[in-house]
């Protein structure tokens, strides 16, 4: 695969997992995303048509999502140092995944037409101060 075009994001938002979707009944049956998970798609695509007022990309898709979660408040300063140098990582729930997903299906129609287009994918979990997500999307050929 030969590379064409390579895009790089900052999303200053706290990353939110996708959640099991929510099921109505009444009048008829609907699925939908919990209130937390459509908040937080809806920001990050606004987020995403403010940084990219191009046409979304087509054709394969390489795509690098690195997820910053807030460290917590009442951790030791010396943990919260190793949280900040990466050195320990966090290997809690939420899933990876679920933060893929999440943020996939809120870039869709933005970044790219569909998220069905990404042919290659890599997610990782970090620690940072304030939480962030940092996307490259490569355009492949």
Known sequence: MHVTDQLFFTF???PVPQLRPRVSSRPYVRVYD???VKNFKN?????????????PLIGPLSVS???YRPVQKSISQSERERRL??????????????YIKATLDALNGVLWHDDAQIVKITGEKRYSENGKIV????QLD
């Open 12 to 14: 200053e938002i706290e």
């Open 34 to 36: 919990p209130p937390k």
């Open 43 to 55: 920001l990050l695509r606004s987020l995403a048509v403010n940084q990219y007022t191009r046409p």
């Open 65 to 67: 999502l690195t997820f």
């Open 85 to 98: 140098s990466n050195q320990s990582k966090p290997v809690v729930k939420p899933d990876t995944d679920n």
């Open 135 to 138: 996307i490259t999307v490569t």
